[in-house]
């Protein structure tokens, strides 16, 4: 079986209404990252940090999937199929795509902040101050922070490795590591990228210069019909 490969960055829910970070109304235009988004912040205002997530959250629990995750999903009839997302939000997953892979964690989890592998549920939107892991200290959304290591990244480096094809989905191509893994995809294998606003591609690939929900579809249909 084929094995398909699709790494999806914010472009791909944008559509469901979480807004991307680096578009001209982005999520960062309004937050400074270092105040929200680094073990820094976290030292010095854990509070601040904690409701910027628990806003975050509530928007990705209010959020449904698009035609773009449902399409994604639909090809696990004919190939194999993963998922590769730098998206914190589950909607691949509420989709129905059963192989995804979160390079930058999950909102809908909390983290110890001891420990990054001790993982759990959270029961609706609100992580409060004072809800402690079983070490002890405080816990906090399950996100890969920047300055913090990106635990999936060799995975997700041997996943590209093995596609048979590639197909890159709304993501600027602006953070590593997780930009770097296009070029772990084999040079001979058929690339093709969906965005409405192409970035700079190290490599060749076939330029589907549309919305997700319009473009995503679109090429699936074809691959499906092969
Ligand atoms: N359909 C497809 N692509 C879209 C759409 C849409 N409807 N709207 C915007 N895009 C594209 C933009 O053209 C841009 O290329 O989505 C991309 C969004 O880029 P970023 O905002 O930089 O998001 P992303 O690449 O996912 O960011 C990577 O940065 O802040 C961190 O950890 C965060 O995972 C995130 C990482």
Known sequence: MKHIVVLT???????????????????????????VATPQ??????????????????????????LAHSALAELEGKYKVTVITQNIDDLHERAGSTNVLHLHGIITRSQSSLNPNLTYPIDGWELKMGEKCELGSQLRAHVVWFGEAVPMIEDAALVCAKADLFILVGSSLAVYPAAGLVNYVPWKVPKYIVDPNIPYLPSDFIKIEEKATIGVPKLISELLNE
């Open 9 to 35: 960055g914010a472009g791909i829910s944008a559509e469901s209404g979480l807004k991307t970070f680096r578009d001209s109304d982005g999520l960062w235009e309004g937050y400074d990252i270092e105040e």
């Open 41 to 66: 912040a976290w030292r010095r205002n854990p509070a601040l940090v904690q409701e910027f997530y628990n806003m975050r959250r509530k928007s990705v629990l209010e959020a449904k999937p698009n």
